[in-house]
Nanobody
Framework: QVQLVESGGGLVQPGGSLTLSCATSGRSFASYTLGWFRQAPEKERETVAVIDWTAGKTYYADSVTGRFTISRDKDGNTLSLQMNNLKPEDTAVYYC?????????????????WGQGTQVTVSS
């Protein structure tokens, strides 16, 4: 069974940091574009960051540029999101997702495989 499983979420104070990880299984995602998305209560799912299969192209939402860094391991099957200087507005359930593609897309509806999400809460 194909699975994407997020981990690393939790409660952090404003200005703090967290690192999220996405472990994949069931197939190789080495040739997939991988992305992080988030959904806050009563808001639509939004794209946070995307990285292509070569790890040479990335996309960041304006709201996280300069604070978040997306990366993937050498094998291409694990995904990380380093989040620094967290703000209350970053509070959401964070999801990793994958699409078989040789390009970066920032549209959530384009992604085919999704994890179940991990909660990130930024509050004092």
């Amino acid at each position: 069974q194909v699975q994407l499983v997020e981990s690393g979420g939790g409660l952090v104070q404003p200005g703090g940091s967290l690192t999220l990880s996405c472990a994949t299984s069931g197939r190789s995602f080495a040739s997939y574009t991988l992305g992080w998305f988030r959904q806050a209560p009563e808001k639509e799912r939004e794209t946070v960051a995307v990285i292509d299969w070569t790890a040479g192209k990335t996309y960041y939402a304006d709201s996280v540029t300069g604070r978040f860094t997306i990366s993937r391991d050498k094998d291409g099957n694990t995904l990380s999101l380093q989040m620094n200087n967290l703000k209350p507005e970053d509070t959401a359930v964070y999801y990793c997702a994958a699409i078989y593609s040789d390009y970066v897309t920032a549209h959530p509806d384009d992604y085919d495989y999704w994890g179940q999400g991990t909660q990130v809460t930024v509050s004092s």
